[in-house]
């Protein structure tokens, strides 16, 4: 007995819970972790980003009402709502690092989009004006000059509302900033707000142009109303896909509290319960 | 039921009341503005009818839980769902489980998804969870959640039936040399008797394991059995005799901290849970004694069976810290006084007290349980 006893060290009992760390929870997973975890799923969505790009296109086709607002006097709206439709999509946060290309490319798209009235207009020396604009505007949006040339086009098109309605330009200003703010500060962690505050735009960007290219708008009403609905429908993609990414980027986790019994020679954990999926 | 997403809520609802007035100004456009506002209502209104029908369908089927379970060991959590009396399958159905232990409770245990649930059919969420702490876990009650895309409340169904599991005392693997502590104490190899002299009772049977004397074949039983290499013993055992007392020693310090004691117990309930194993592999029969309460005192009858070391573990998953003395100081009396039996106490003191020194009695502190363990068997 004495033997075994030399061989046992007095403060082992006193020293193991420190050892094993009892007491203190350790995070397996975060908030945060699993919101890049969703992010990268979403970055990989193909789907996702063309559903984006569809919202994109057919909102500037309802709004300018198929690009054929008068360049003469809407050049500032036809000009925000290309940039916005053709720069808005690559800003997105899960949208892959743009290659060497990619402003060549949506200088071309924002060209055609402007220019596509021309096709059963026409020909008016302000549209290439707008267009040579639009253009140049999208080859200077990159890295960070994307949201300068984002931001430029919100601040056009709420001053051309201010000069038509000083009150509902302050209005909707406020209620931008403040929803903006909001949805920028959440998404991370409610991934759906993107479909909701897509939503919202849509209907937003409708509502300027009901209220200020009316005149514009009602002679092609059929392909307005088709173009809503197929970006309706792309909404309802977005929706879909963010669900999926929300569904399978879920970490398998561990989720346990802390104990401050833990058994001889466990050195796994320091948690009563641990539960896997 | 909760509201999916207020901001997103708010940004719509605004959405649409500016997009209603600014259409409102204007006659001509009115198809399409009905069209622009009437689209998102409907699918808000759909997705969220289609979430409130589909938590109502859901149903549990079943809830795959063992009874109990070893502490430090793993087990499975199934639990199955059903989808009854809907015209549309739940589509990314949400499941997790609350988990309370003694002390500690998950309120959400992780969410195990099912993507897709047909009507009619079921699916099933798995868990693997690993409890430590001996005890009673609560397993319940269950909750599936379901948010359609477009809807705006998130509906979660919960399923109030609780679960509990035993959980018994890890199992401790000791080191061979565990048999020192009857060494002078009591013949610690084992019974070598092969028959029943007139003293012992019949207690049952078993099948038969080489060693085993012909004449205890149980000629019936054997018979009997449908297998005809199949032979089965019977087993006899002196009532009056016991070959060693475990004594557990359930009071609190005096001094010192509470956790370090709670600790100490533990260690010293799956200690006291391997040596009556190793011991009774050894054909030994052990009584087993603590103090539960202030007069509520277990003392089991360890026999070489399944059953009585089940028994053991179901009893010292209950056991906890008293804070009474006296009654212990009794208990190991009365051992000492029962003739024929090596007594072992397992202390919770760093330290021998001078009053059981004077006894007949093996002591063993907290500091001797490490020398003896070797690991956890999980």
């Not at chain 1, 193991?16 to 929870?25: H, I, K, N, R, T």
Request: proline share 6%; hydrophobic share 50%.
């Amino acid at each position: 007995m004495l033997d075994l006893l030399r061989r046992v060290d007095p403060g082992f009992y006193a020293k193991e819970p420190y050892l094993l760390g009892a007491g203190a929870q350790v995070p397996r997973y975060s908030e945060e972790a699993q919101a890049e975890a969703r992010l990268a799923v979403l970055s990989e969505d193909r789907l996702l980003r063309a559903a984006i790009v569809v919202i994109a296109l057919c909102a500037y086709l309802v709004v300018t009402a198929a690009g054929t607002l008068d360049p003469r006097t809407e050049y500032l709206p036809l000009w925000a709502f290309a940039v916005v439709a053709v720069a808005m999509p690559r800003a997105l946060p899960w949208w892959p690092k743009a290659g060497r290309n990619a402003t060549w490319v949506e200088a071309l798209v924002g060209i055609a989009l402007t220019a596509m009235p021309a096709l059963w207009t026409p020909l008016q020396p302000l549209l290439g004006a707008v267009v040579a604009t639009v253009a140049i505007t999208l080859l200077a949006a990159r890295g960070r000059g994307r949201w300068i040339v984002l931001a430029l086009a919100a601040i056009a098109l709420w001053l051309h509302l201010l000069f038509v309605s000083v009150y509902a330009a302050v209005a909707v200003g406020a209620a931008g900033v403040i929803a903006v703010r909001e949805v920028v500060r959440t998404w991370r962690f409610c991934p759906q707000l993107i479909a909701w505050a897509t939503l919202g735009i849509l209907l937003a960007a409708s509502a300027y142009a009901f209220a200020l290219e009316a005149a514009a708008l009602v002679h092609f009403l059929p392909l307005e109303i088709a173009a809503i609905a197929v970006a309706y429908v792309s909404v309802c993609v977005v929706a879909g896909r963010i669900r999926r990414a929300e569904l399978s980027a879920r970490p398998e986790g561990l989720l346990s509290l802390p104990q401050s019994i833990v058994p001889l020679l466990d050195r796994s954990h320091d948690h009563a319960i641990i539960c896997f999926r | 039921m909760a509201l999916a997403q207020p901001v997103g809520l708010a940004v719509l609802g605004a959405g649409i009341g500016v997009a209603a007035i600014a259409g409102a100004l204007h006659p001509t456009l009115q198809p399409l503005v009905v069209f622009v506002v009437a689209f998102p209502i409907l699918w808000i209104g759909l997705a969220t009818t289609l979430t409130y029908t589909t938590a109502r369908a859901l149903r549990m089927v079943n809830v795959d839980v063992p009874s109990r379970i070893r502490a430090l060991s793993t087990f499975r959590l199934a639990f199955s769902l059903t989808l009854d009396n809907h015209p549309f399958p739940a589509i990314g159905v949400l499941t997790n489980v609350r988990l309370a232990a003694d002390d500690v409770t998950i309120d959400e245990g992780p969410s195990a998804e099912i993507a897709i649930l047909e009507v009619g059919r079921g699916a099933t969420s798995e868990w693997e969870i690993t409890a430590k702490e001996r005890g009673l876990l609560l397993l319940g009650p269950f909750r599936a959640a379901i948010e359609l895309p477009g809807s705006a409340i998130r509906v979660t169904a919960i399923f109030e039936r609780k679960f509990g599991v035993t959980v018994l005392p890890a199992v401790y693997h000791l080191q061979p040399f565990v048999d020192t502590l009857l060494a002078g104490r009591h013949l610690a190899t084992g019974r070598f008797q092969k028959v029943p002299s007139a003293i012992e009772e019949y207690i049952g049977a078993r099948e038969y394991r080489p060693g085993d004397s012909p004449k205890l074949i149980h000629r019936v039983l054997s018979l009997r059995s449908s297998d005809p290499n199949q032979v089965y013993v019977r087993e006899f055992e002196d009532p009056s005799r016991e070959d060693l007392s475990i004594v557990l020693d359930t009071a609190e310090p005096i001094d010192g901290d509470v956790n370090l004691h709670a600790y100490r117990l533990e260690k010293a309930i799956c200690f006291v849970s391997a040596l009556c194993r190793i011991f009774a592999t050894r054909r030994l029969t052990i009584r087993f004694v603590c103090q539960r309460s202030k007069r509520d005192m277990v003392a089991l009858r360890v026999r070489p069976l399944d059953i009585d070391l089940d028994r053991l573990d179901m009893e010292l998953a209950r056991v906890a810290l008293i804070d009474h003395h006296a009654p212990v100081k009794r208990i190991l009396l009365d051992e000492v006084r029962r003739q024929g039996a090596a007594v072992i106490f397992v202390s919770l003191s760093s330290r021998e007290r001078i009053e059981n020194e004077r006894l007949p009695i093996v002591t063993l502190t907290p500091d001797h349980v490490p020398v003896f363990t070797r690991e956890v068997v999980a």
